[in-house]
């Protein structure tokens, strides 16, 4: 709807310039008439005055011929005037509809990513709880591939924050649950950090690769 709506804006602009210029040129053109009848008016009282009525009864002829060119030109110009102005104002609502729809494609943009942080912001929790259950009972290797997880919803929570424009009260509330921290406290150090001499689990994180086998 909204391309069907940008394209309509499209044919009434072109259909608007063309008008105006169709405008322009009757006005130019009325010009020129009332300069050529200002003209043979002249003329015809010059002949009159010298007495020189058939010079006088031509340019007449011509006078009234020219006057109603005129009027015809001017009535086309008149109503080329009025179908401006509502093709001007058909152009506007065009507009006006074509920008509506924009922001409300926009809005459905931003509530989908809104939605997508939510539920990443909800797959967090549900990891860490698991995590920490894990670590209670003493199920590291358990734990370390779900810290993997944890870090894989924190980078695609990074790249949704880089790319869109989800509430800051989302990116706060993600945040809380996706903070470094989190993986400080359930004493298990980030990928970052971690070796695979000094972590027991790290013949895990090895096999995730695939590189190995």
């Keep these: 709807e909204r391309e069907a709506c940008e394209q309509e804006v499209a044919e009434l602009s072109g259909l608007l310039l ?18 050529q009848l200002a003209e043979l008016l002249v003329r015809k009282q010059i002949a009159v005055d010298k007495r020189a009525f058939r010079d006088a009864s031509t340019l007449n002829s011509q006078i009234k011929a020219l006057s109603a060119t005129r009027d015809v ?33 926009q809005d459905c ?21 698991l995590m920490e259950e894990e670590i209670e009972n003493n199920n590291y290797e358990t734990a370390a591939l779900l810290q993997v997880q944890m870090e894989s919803i924190q980078e695609r929570c990074r790249r949704l924050q880089h790319t869109t424009r989800v509430p800051s009260f989302v990116h706060t509330e ?40």
């Design 18 to 35: 063309e008008a105006q210029q169709q405008l322009t040129k009757k006005k130019h053109n009325l010009g020129s008439w009332d300069s």
């Design 73 to 105: 030109e001017a009535q086309e110009l008149q109503n080329a005037a009025v179908q401006l102005a509502a093709l001007n104002e058909t152009l506007t609502a065009a507009r006006l509809r074509a920008e509506t729809l924009s922001v409300q494609v």
């Design 109 to 129: 943009r931003e509530q989908k990513e809104e939605n997508r942080m939510l539920l990443l912001t909800s797959q967090a929790r549900e990891v860490q709880l």
């Design 174 to 213: 993600f945040a809380h649950k996706m903070d470094a921290t989190t993986l400080t406290s359930l004493h298990l150090p980030s990928s970052a950090n971690r070796s695979p001499a000094a972590d027991p689990c790290a013949h895990v994180r090895v096999d995730l690769g695939g590189d190995d086998g």
